[in-house]
């Protein structure tokens, strides 16, 4: 276990909101992820952060932005939720004393209707 | 781009039969590979790596060595069992900033 809790774990938005998910560490790891799950796709990055105010983009980051202001929360927003956006979303960690081993939450699953 | 290239399941096993998951990858230098897990309802948990040519990874019956002649990275496990009923990811990744995924295998162990 990392310590890492995702929130919410399950939303239904409509198409046009923002949604903002929430990924909270407790372990002060410096290394955090936002990727995406879909069929046929396995996982692809969305976003990461090396460190307080400090993300880059990944694979898969149109559409999305990040933030991190301290050490413990990585949120990812949706600014206007598409239905392309309907994924599980799953944030996870860098864990330098195994190996730089990266550790998965449990995952949030967004409808956008 | 370097990519990771899993075979199409799903895959159906009765209990004690012999596992393979074929992954292959793509890559313009020398990637660390790995396996992970997902169980229904869970994140992805690492299963097994390897960071280099010849190594070989194992954890729980399951393994799978790090062929840099062939570009593979096979999972097998001898005799599985209901509980090993899962999706299975294959990985590679240089820095872990940018881990590349497999499309994933499903793989459903009967009694």
């Known amino acids: 276990d990392a310590g890492i809790t995702q929130s919410p774990r399950h939303k239904v938005t409509e198409t046009g909101t923002p949604v903002t998910l929430r990924c909270h560490q407790t372990?002060?790891?410096?290394?955090m992820y936002w990727y995406r799950q879909d069929p046929g796709h396995g996982l692809r990055l969305i976003h990461y952060s090396y460190g307080v105010k400090d993300t880059d983009k990944g694979e898969v980051s149109d559409g999305y932005s990040v933030s991190r202001s301290k050490t413990e929360d990585f949120l990812l927003t949706l600014e206007s939720a598409t239905s392309s956006q309907t994924s599980v979303y799953f944030c996870?960690?860098?864990?330098?004393?195994?190996?730089?081993?990266?550790?998965f939450g449990e995952g949030s699953w967004l409808t956008v209707v | 781009g370097d990519s990771v290239t899993q075979m199409e399941g799903p895959v159906t096993l009765s209990e004690e039969a012999f596992l393979t998951i074929n992954c292959t990858y793509t890559?313009?230098?020398?990637?660390?590979l790995f396996w992970y897990v997902q169980y229904p309802g869970e994140g992805l948990q690492l299963l097994l790596k390897a960071t280099k040519a010849d190594d070989k990874g194992s954890n729980k019956g399951f393994e799978a060595t790090y062929r840099k002649e062939t570009t593979s990275f096979h999972l097998e496990k001898g005799s599985v069992q209901v509980s090993d009923s899962a999706v299975y990811f294959c990985?590679?990744?240089?820095?872990?900033?940018?881990?590349?995924f497999g499309a994933g295998t499903r793989l459903t162990v009967k009694p």
């Open positions: 890559a313009t230098g020398y990637p660390s």
């Open positions: 996870a960690i860098r864990e330098p004393s195994s190996g730089n081993t990266i550790y």
């Open positions: 372990e002060n790891h410096r290394y």
């Open positions: 990985a590679l990744s240089y820095n872990n900033n940018d881990m590349r």
